[in-house]
Structure formats: C-alpha cells, structure tokens
C-alpha cells in the first residue's frame, strides 16, 4: 500500500481538488515515507525469501532474524517516527519469533553461513552444540549396530566344539563372575569408535563452497556425501522441511478450487492427485519427455481408443457411410439435374425448329 502511494504521489497534487485533503497531502512528509517504505521492504523480501517452494529454506530462518534485529537498530540520520517503530520491533522479534533446534542446525549446514558470523556468540555455540550432539547420537547407533553385527558374525562362524561352545556350560556362582569382571580391561569406545566431531572439524575448517550462488543446498551435500556421511544424513532430513506453511496454504487455496458446487463427487484420493499433478506438472512433464514416455502414453492412449493404430471408431464409420450415401444422392440428384437440362434443352430447340 506504501509503495501504491509513493507510485501516485507526484500526480495527486493535480488530481485532488478539495481544499482540505491537499493540505493534508502538504502535510505529509514524503522523505519520511520513503524511509517507511525502505524499512518494511526488508520484511516483504524475507518473508518471499522463506516462503519459497523448489529450494531449501530452514538454513534462512536463524541468519533471516538476527539480520532484522541488526536492521532494526536505530540510526542518528532515521526520523523520530522510524526510530520509534525500529526500537519496538527490536524489542519484539526475539519474543514472536521462537527458534527450534532444528533453525539452528540447518543454519550450519550451509557453506556459506556455517560460521554463523552473523550470529550472537550464545546462538553461535548452541547451534555447534546442537549439531555435535546430533552426530554424536548417530555416530553412536552406527557404531552400536556394527558392533552387534560384528558379534553376530563371530559366533555363526565360529567352529563347533571350540571354547565358545563349551562357555555356557561351565558353571560359576554370581559372586565370583562378578569378582573376575571387576578385573577386565574396561572397553574404551574412544579407542575404537571414530572420531564423533571429526566431520565437523573437518567441515568448518574446509573451502568447501557451493558451485554458484543458485545451487540447490541439497545438491551439494549430495556431492559432499562421502566425505561427510553424517552430516549428510542429517542434512537430507533437516533441509528437506520448509521454513513456512505458505506451500501448504496454496495447496489448500487450489483444492478449494478444484471441488466446486458442480464438482462434489470427487473422491478424496482423486483430489490428492489432482493437486500432486498440478504441483508438479512442469517437473513431470520434463521427467516423462526425458525419457521418451510421455510421447509413448499419448500414442498408446490413441492406440487403445481405436482399437488398431490407424482405424477408425464406431462412431466415425457410421458417420462416414452416411456421408457417402449422402453424397452418393447428391450425385444422382445432380445427375438427374443435368438429364433434365438437356431435356429442356432439346424441347426448347424442337420449339424453335
């Protein structure tokens, strides 16, 4: 609406007649509105930015609100009125717009921001935090299910009738087993798992880069697969989540469409696949041209409605043989025209003669 305003402005000093509402056009200061208008352009671009559909969003969220609470700072060359509206978004972005740790994480996991320079030192350190713990945990499954299939191995391999076999049957009190494990090494899952935090290091330390500035994020971690593996399991679960409900309220806006009161009997499985269609028509369509199926349905389809490619419907024979009795008749009837004629002709040359 600001921007409207600002378009018009210099016209509607022309166009407003009335007395009272140019002085209040006089009153109103248009330096003042440009600033308005520049401040909240940076909400309206980061709310598209989030609102994106084909590429990955949630890395944005973290750097998207400290960048707004540094723009929010007042500046000594702002109006008063500027100054009063950033202090109060200031103050009130931290408290409406909560983070999960997922925010964080996916911050990390782009190239380009993962050393969050952006960022407070407290959102900084619970953003690594959050990550190390997360490949902690996976590393650990991993390493957990290794290990058991190892053991499971061992034993299916091992030969009949070797101390293996013959442990369950030695019979030893519960003190005393005890007793001797109090004496065994203890197992250090230092010495034998990987380094937990290794990829991480090794990730914040590299010049790993996106090929060019659009490059889909998803893409590089599908190229950075082999060097961090963990990193990039947790990658493909957290960046596939948008940032924002937008996608889902204009799937929801187009289903509305789609079932009207002269369409009412659509079945619910129907209607999800009418609207996963119309979301992806263009990735479909250059699927199936890419593999040449799309050109081999559409013949099929012609294929199957003719019976034989080539052949001609039912409805189209009976069409066509009507026609052609249709016009056989109008060739007699034409001939019967032109007999009829040479008829007259030759009464009219007997009456001359």
């Not at 619910?268 to 699927?287: P, Y």
Request: net charge negative; with cysteine.
């Amino acid at each position: 609406m600001i921007s409207s305003f600002i378009d018009v402005y210099p016209d509607l000093n022309g166009v407003i007649s009335d007395k009272s509402r140019k002085s209040i056009l006089a009153g109103i200061d248009f330096d003042e509105t440009l600033a308005f208008a520049k401040y909240l352009k940076y909400f309206v671009d980061v709310t598209e930015l989030l609102s994106a559909e084909k590429t990955p969003t949630m890395h944005l969220v973290l750097p998207f609100k400290q960048r707004l609470i540094n723009l929010s700072k007042p500046d000594t060359n702002d109006p008063n009125s500027i100054i009063k509206l950033k202090k109060y978004i200031e103050n009130q972005i931290p408290t409406y717009w909560e983070l999960d740790d997922i925010h964080y994480m996916a911050a990390v996991l782009h190239p380009k921001m993962k050393h969050l320079q952006i960022c407070s030192n407290k959102d900084k350190k619970k953003a690594y935090d959050l990550l190390k713990k997360e490949i902690n945990k996976r590393h650990a499954i991993t390493f957990k299910e290794n290990t058991c299939f190892y053991i499971s191995a061992h034993q299916i391999n091992a030969p009949v009738g070797s101390a293996t076999s013959l442990q369950p049957t030695l019979t030893t009190s519960p003190d005393s087993n005890d007793f001797l494990s109090e004496c065994f090494d203890q197992i250090s899952t230092a010495a034998i798992a990987p380094n937990t935090n290794d990829e991480l290091k090794r990730y914040l330390q590299s010049n790993d880069n996106l090929i060019h500035d659009d490059e889909d994020l998803l893409i590089f971690w599908k190229r950075q697969k082999v060097f961090y593996p963990t990193m990039y399991s947790i990658a493909c679960e957290i960046l596939i989540v948008p940032a924002t409900n937008t996608a889902a309220e204009r799937l929801f806006s187009a289903s509305g469409k789609t079932i009207t009161n002269t369409r009412t009997r659509l079945a619910t499985e129907k209607v999800d696949k009418l609207m996963f269609i119309k979301k992806n028509l263009l990735t479909l369509k250059e699927i199936f041209v890419k593999n040449g199926k799309l050109h081999d349905a559409h013949t099929q389809d012609n294929y199957d409605a003719t019976g034989k490619k080539g052949e001609k419907r039912s409805y189209e024979d009976d069409s066509d043989d009507d026609n052609e009795n249709d016009n056989d008749d109008d060739n007699e009837n034409d001939n019967g025209d032109d007999d009829n004629d040479d008829d007259n002709d030759i009464i009219f040359t007997d009456g001359e003669t």
